[in-house]
């Protein structure tokens, strides 16, 4: 029996929610079970900043991936796999608000202001926020041409998230460096449409 692209796009969709839903159960379940190690904090700030760089980098992947297999309904999961960015980043600075400066927003705004990759990080974050909320069909129809530059701002967003998590690192950089090589290929194979948004044609 042959399934419609309907058919495969809502299966696919369940698939992505499961897969990005559960890991976040089971983590936040291991942090108040205390089976995060001896760093629990770190753990779980870590994991969700990741979470939200590898749902990026299958954001972007999602385009020529569609082309390569010729499956163009794997394009209506973008929208789904950009929220997901967007809700792991938001957990990403959450946690980072609540476990670790334990709600100091004084603090928080001192660390923004003093820590480079945190500035470069909060960028990133409020960009992406931008991305969520246009994202809308609402505010897609009314934004007509502008949503698409707008929306091009991901490419940004993945140099920005990439920077960020290599200046976090203090030691062992093989783990943002391989990110860092992911995100260049990816955006290589946008070569192209990536020349014309900066040439504002």
Do not use: C
């Not at 297999?69 to 794997?74: I, R």
Request: a positive charge; hydrophobic letters at 55%.
């Amino acid at each position: 029996m042959k399934i419609n692209q309907k058919t495969k796009t809502l299966l696919l969709k369940i698939v992505i929610h499961l897969a990005a839903l559960l890991p976040i159960i089971n983590l936040y379940n291991n942090a108040f079970t205390d089976q995060l190690g001896a760093d629990p904090v770190k753990a779980v700030i870590h994991y969700t900043g990741i979470g939200a760089f590898n749902l990026l980098l299958i954001t972007l992947l999602v385009s020529p991936l569609a082309k390569w297999l010729k499956q163009g309904f794997l394009m209506n999961t973008r929208r789904l796999l950009g929220l997901y960015a967007f809700t792991y980043a938001l957990l990403h600075l959450v946690n980072f608000i609540v476990f670790d400066l334990q709600f100091d927003f004084s603090l928080l705004f001192s660390e923004i202001i003093k820590r480079p990759y945190i500035t470069i990080g909060m960028v990133a974050f409020v960009l992406l926020t931008l991305l969520a909320i246009t994202s809308l069909s609402s505010l897609k129809r009314k934004l007509g041409k502008r949503w698409q530059k707008i929306h091009n701002l991901n490419y940004l967003i993945l140099l920005l998230v990439g920077v960020h998590f290599y200046w976090s690192v203090k030691s062992e950089l093989s783990e943002p460096i391989l990110y860092f090589a992911m995100s260049f290929i990816l955006l290589a194979l946008r070569k192209q449409k990536i020349q014309t948004w900066f040439s504002f044609k």
